[in-house]
């Protein structure tokens, strides 16, 4: 069972304007969410996080909100930038150990 | 650099034969996870070190999988017999436990090829 989804495989945004990128997740034991940005033939990059106590977080140009009762989050980019172009991976932990459940992506392009 | 480092970048094999994979974790951090990524999808947990002990193990991670970590330090990831169905890119990360959440450094990865 697929316990955190991105159900958007791709989003196509133009330079300037906002990209939102959407992960819906089941498991309400999770406490603790991540976003990773992974660019091709590189692992992935950690971007931003959010504890389960906290409904938003802001760092420059990325924000990420957390609906916990619609078990729902979303991470914001503005202004997106030619470069921010790629894989966009939505995370989440439950558990002490620190391990993440992945979900399945999201491709963004960002148009000049 | 002190990013986490994975050796060797690609690998191709044949069917049947063994691989061995290494990770070196950045210094001090002494939480080591790895984690299978196949195409399209997002990275799969597979195993989880605290310092030299293995405490977690995904159920994809079969017979033929095998990881160590002596001394605590980097980690080693052995499939044998490999299959096609082994065919991924394979992630080695590592975070400190300062505090109950903390993101986790991934390296860059070996792609696992088996023809």
Redesign the interface.
């Known amino acids: 069972d697929q316990q955190v989804k991105q159900n958007s495989p791709s989003l196509s945004v133009q330079e300037g304007r906002i990209s939102i990128l959407n992960c819906d997740y089941t498991n309400s034991m999770f406490d603790y969410f991540l976003w990773y940005k992974k660019y091709p033939a590189e692992g992935p990059t950690f971007l931003i996080s959010i504890s389960s106590i906290k409904d938003k977080n802001e760092d420059g140009r990325f924000t990420v909100f957390l609906n916990k009762s619609a078990k729902h989050l979303s991470l914001h980019i503005v202004p997106s930038q030619p470069g921010d172009s790629a894989v966009y991976f939505c995370a989440a932990s439950g558990s002490n150990t620190g391990k993440l459940i992945f979900g399945q992506g999201t491709t963004l392009q960002v148009k000049p | 650099d002190t990013g ?1 480092s ?1 050796n060797p970048r690609h690998k191709i094999t044949k069917r049947g034969q063994n691989v061995t994979f290494r990770c070196d974790p950045i210094s001090e951090h002494n ?1 080591l ?1 790895w ?1 299978r990524q196949t195409l ?6 597979l195993t ?1 070190f ?1 310092n030299e002990a293995q ?2 193990k995904s159920r994809l991670l079969s017979d033929r999988f095998s990881a160590e970590r002596p001394k605590g330090s980097f980690s080693t990831l052995e499939i044998q017999r490999t299959e096609q169905g082994d065919s991924a890119m394979y ?1 080695c ?1 590592s ?1 400190p ?1 300062l505090t ?10 070996t792609r696992l090829t088996v023809v």
């Open positions: 986490v994975q939480r996870y984690y399209g999808q997002g990275p799969e947990f989880y605290q405490l977690e992630l990360a975070s436990r109950l959440n903390t993101e986790a450094f991934f390296g860059q990865g």
